[in-house]
């Protein structure tokens, strides 16, 4: 998700001063829009590109299933078999659901303050409105032109790790438990997200120690998107297609409402199984396992009749961090992808988005 790292850079001193490159152009609140109800919405949410690829939806596959109760002691049984299904689902698809993960109840809270948030009046929601510059809080994707199409969903972005740069002035005091949920939340989905990198990092053979400085003071954005019905559902999309440029990203789906589309030759829909966190590999990941793993292109569709909410949470590498593919992989085969500094790679992710070309490309070796 390329305008987290956006937010990243905000808080660092070594590079671009994001004003010079101007900040997102103020854009309509999509919940109030909808909330009108009118049949005819403004064209600038119109993309005449999806109605013609609906054909390629697959409904036949579905991403794997990882339980993470399995993994928590080598040796168990049933260690082995997991570990080798969470490679071929990282390696295959990028994609999977992870399951048995222990928090659940952290899950629901946060569901819950997630959902009254939204549910309050706008001028309670604009109390953590985005800033000229800055792309914390609450408002809309990134929008760098005036002929840009629009995504139809408003979002909430908060970067509550590290802790020592978070700005309060984005986190919501109303519903009253928002602040301490969030903070748990926030716990809670880094931790597990350090599970899964010591085992992804266990399956790409590398010791867990080399890397470590990577994750160190691990960089954690929270988004939670909502995306109101639209009456034309088939001609928009909540979210336009896109990669995650982080390392890893922990998605929970926060109603019964499905929307999530992953790109695997055809747009397969992914049907969250009640309770799960869908995971998939970031820019990040891919570049460090020197494409062995890769980072799947996805987008949001929204419904006609109900509002969908999601929350994700991306984990990024910390300021101090080198972004390039691990040094043991790349001993006897050439790296494919370039080696710089995290500040760098950050600077990287705004200018591929302002030129709008693809992330992974600039980061390609020829
Ligand atoms: C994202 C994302 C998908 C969803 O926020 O980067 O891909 O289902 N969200 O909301
Ligand atoms: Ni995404």
Known sequence: MKTQVLAMEDNTNKTTDRSELGGSIPVDNVQALAFKGQEDIPVRYIRPEIESEEILVDESLQIPVIDISKLTLSGKPGYDD???????????????????????????????VTEEFFKLPLEEKMKCAQLPNNIEGYGQAFVVSEEQKLDWGDMLFILPLPVAQRDLRFWPQNPI????????????????????????????GIKHESVGKLFENCTQGIRINYYPPCPQAQKVLGLAPHSDATVLTLLVQVNEVQGLQIKNSKWVPIKPIPGSIIVNIGDVMEIMSNGEYRSIEHRAVVDVEKERLSIAAFHGPGFEAMVGPLPELVKEIKPKYKTIDAPEYFKLVINTKLDGKSLIDHMKIQ
């Open 82 to 112: 997991e570990l080798a299904k969470l490679h071929v689902a990282c390696k295959d698809w990028g994609f999977f659901q992870l399951v048995n993960h222990g928090i659940s109840e952290t899950i629901d809270d946060m569901k819950k």
């Open 177 to 204: 438990s928002f602040r301490k949920t969030l903070d748990e939340y926030s716990n809670a989905l880094h931790r597990v997200s350090m599970k899964l990198f010591k085992l992804i990092t266990l399956n790409l």
